[in-house]
């Protein structure tokens, strides 16, 4: 039954963009097979791109370091416009503390705002 785990029911909010239940469909695979979770440009737990929904409490990890200041400990907050990612910190004012996790999360809302973007245009 495990293989099978990446065929589910798809939610409102992927049937109206292909591209998104296509990348997600991909991505849920790719991750069972060896897919570093954190590589992803879609959210397995909001079934949203990623850079839509990467600003969630859910999306904060101090362990790895995912949207985490390590000088301050405290939770980092994103800034997705057009083109980009930001990481801030309210607490001690740095702008995207540089760790490989924290350049991990830019990359991927990057990569995700441009696929996103493609389906766009496509249309």
Same mark, same amino acid.
């Given at each position: 039954?495990?293989?099978?785990?990446?065929?589910?029911l798809?939610?409102?909010?992927?049937?109206?963009?292909?591209?998104?239940t296509?990348?997600?469909?991909?991505?849920?695979?790719? =991750?069972e097979?060896?897919?570093?979770?954190?590589?992803?440009?879609?959210?397995?737990?909001?079934?949203?791109?990623?850079? =839509?929904c &990467?600003?969630?409490?859910?999306?904060?990890?101090?362990?790895?370091?995912?949207r985490?200041c390590?000088?301050?400990?405290?939770?980092?907050? &994103?800034?997705v416009?057009?083109?980009?990612?930001?990481?801030?910190?309210?607490?001690?004012?740095?702008?995207?503390?540089?760790?490989?996790?924290?350049r991990?999360?830019?990359?991927?809302?990057?990569?995700s705002?441009?696929?996103?973007?493609?389906? &766009?245009?496509?249309?």
């Open positions: 039954m495990r293989r099978r785990a990446h065929l589910r798809v939610t409102s909010h992927e049937a109206g963009d292909p591209t998104l296509a990348v997600l469909s991909a991505e849920d695979l790719a =991750e097979l060896g897919l570093d979770p954190h590589a992803r440009v879609t959210c397995g737990l909001h079934r949203r791109w990623l850079h =839509e &990467v600003g969630s409490p859910d999306h904060v990890i101090p362990v790895t370091g995912h985490w390590r000088p301050c400990g405290s939770p980092l907050e &994103v800034f416009d057009e083109t980009t990612a930001r990481l801030f910190c309210p607490r001690c004012g740095t702008g995207t503390p540089d760790t490989a996790a924290n991990q999360v830019v990359r991927a809302c990057r990569t705002l441009a696929a996103s973007h493609a389906h &766009v245009r496509a249309l």
